[in-house]
């Protein structure tokens, strides 16, 4: 297992420096958001360096969560037949000296581990940039459905693209979803 819980001060100062080199990078505004049932990861690579980020919120619908003042996911038939946990996908981040497909690959394939063993979700929401859901979809060829045509956010002075980013269902699923990663990232082979 390559990712790790957040579970103190320590993991807490690593993780945020991470996620703000990330936006600072971007010139995003960084908000920290607090809320019942928030599980924050950092990611290892096979050498033991921590290399990323990923953050779970429960989603609530009808503007509970921040992330319907950029779309209103509750609208969508998806996001409403849910019998599972929904969750928002957020503080996605590779440190800057970490940067690689293999990296990428690593992260990707950990938050779809979570999300099978420990969320037990069929879907995550999120907010990416146009360019990395070109990368997920047509690259990679991940199930990260657009929802919209991109959209601008005043907060960060950026356009984002609404997403519904599918699960597999089991360890099964997601290692044909490995596959296509890898075909798709040009990745030979990894240890994992």
Excluded at 3 to 21: S, T, W
Excluded at 94 to 106: A, G, N
Excluded at 130 to 151: A, G, N, T
């Amino acid at each position: 297992m390559t990712y790790k819980r957040v579970e103190n001060r320590d993991d807490q100062r690593l993780f945020y420096a991470i996620v703000q080199e990330a936006w600072e990078e971007k010139n995003w505004d960084y908000e920290d958001i607090e809320r019942d049932g928030r599980a924050q990861y950092l990611v290892q690579n096979d050498e033991g360096d921590t290399i990323g980020t990923f953050e779970f919120l429960p989603y609530i619908p009808e503007g509970e969560s921040l992330i319907e003042r950029d779309y209103p996911f509750y609208r969508e038939s998806e996001v409403k037949g849910q019998t599972r946990p929904v969750y928002e996908l957020d503080k996605l981040a590779i440190s800057d000296r970490h940067r690689s497909s293999e990296h990428l690959y690593i992260l990707i394939s950990d938050l779809m581990k979570v999300g099978i063993d420990e969320l037990k979700s069929d879907l995550f929401l999120s907010i990416i940039r146009p360019s990395f859901h070109r990368l997920l979809h047509r690259v990679m060829k991940l199930p990260v459905i657009s929802l919209s045509e991109p959209l601008y956010c005043d907060e960060n002075d950026d356009y984002f693209t609404p997403c519904l980013c599918y699960v597999p269902k089991n360890m099964e699923e997601l290692g044909e979803m490995q596959k296509t990663m890898r075909r798709g990232l040009r990745i030979k082979s990894l240890t994992k």
